[in-house]
């Protein structure tokens, strides 16, 4: 089981998560977000602090966002396991669900 960041992380991009993890284990795509899965620790340390509530466990992930599981499981097939995000920095792509959305406004924008 993993976390999943969902919908409102796209655009928005707070990173408040990334600070919080204890792992290194969220990475960052050019609109959103990804938790990798096989890094995360499932400590629930980013869900609390994301100011826009786009972290869910995976069970917990609302059946109108489900898409978003496999984006950030399929987000890291050719990226593999880099053992942190720190070593990969901000990556210029996203995965097909979140490049093919609109822009997003972000809160108070």
Known sequence: MTYVVALPCVDVKD???VDECPVDC???GERSLY???DECVD???CEPVCPVEAIYYEDDL???WADYYRANVDFFVELGSPGGAAKTGVLTFDHPVIAGLSR??????
């Open 15 to 17: 990173r408040a998560c």
């Open 26 to 28: 969220i990475y960052e």
């Open 35 to 37: 938790i990798h899965p």
């Open 43 to 45: 400590c629930g340390a």
């Open 62 to 64: 609302p059946e109108a």
């Open 104 to 109: 997003q406004v972000a809160p108070g924008a």
